[in-house]
């Protein structure tokens, strides 16, 4: 009979192992290790972050302008009429009589509490886009003919309302107490960039729709790019400065 060594022990009689724990340098290693991915990264994310929010604002520009050209196709050829200050829904105290270019769009697009209104990258929900209006202004219209668009792809029909005094505190300098429905820009520049008092929606400028419904993202005002007179290129305080003459 062969008795067993009792040197030698079963896999079972093995007493098990604590892992061995890391030790402070070990653990601050990683540590370093994490932080510094994430230093690397997260500028990355952030950016890609804000060049999709670009890009869903620019699509939504361009329904708001495919909308304002089934308008014009339905209205002798002109775009929706701005006004004054309009609240939605209408009654509330800052309210105007009289519609607003939103609700003008209302069977073409959506109603004016829609997220289409709502440029992704403003911190809370509100209406961000404008209606140029300016120069129908100064020729005592209320709503541009299409016809009389000749810079088609250099027109600024819409875009990002940057103008502090449209937003309310503390997003803004405003004091009304609702949001207007018909931001339109005949008495105030709302496409301001920061060396005109505004400040930039997105990181890399504010959206600008065109008559031809393309979409581009301007840091400051681009006089070989844009316009607000429709046959001749003028900024905004041009336009304004240039009055009744700039027809
Ligand atoms: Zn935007």
Redesign the pocket.
Known sequence: MILPDPQLRSPSDATPRCPRAFSLVELLVVIGIIVLLATILMPALRHARESA??VK??A??QQIGQALLHYANDNKGCLPAFSGWHTWPAGLPDDSQGPAWTIELMPYLADPDSPLYH????PVPCR??LLSSLWASLNDQHAVRLSAITLTSRFILS??VTALSVYPRPYGTGNYTSMDSDLSDEATDLLAFPEDGGFL??RGG??VLFEDLHVDAFPRFDPDAMSFHPKCPLSWPALKAAGPDAK
Request: glycine share 6%.
């Open positions: 929010l670009r604002c620019a939504q520009l440029c992704p990258s403003f961000n886009y875009g990002d929606m997105h504010n959206n």
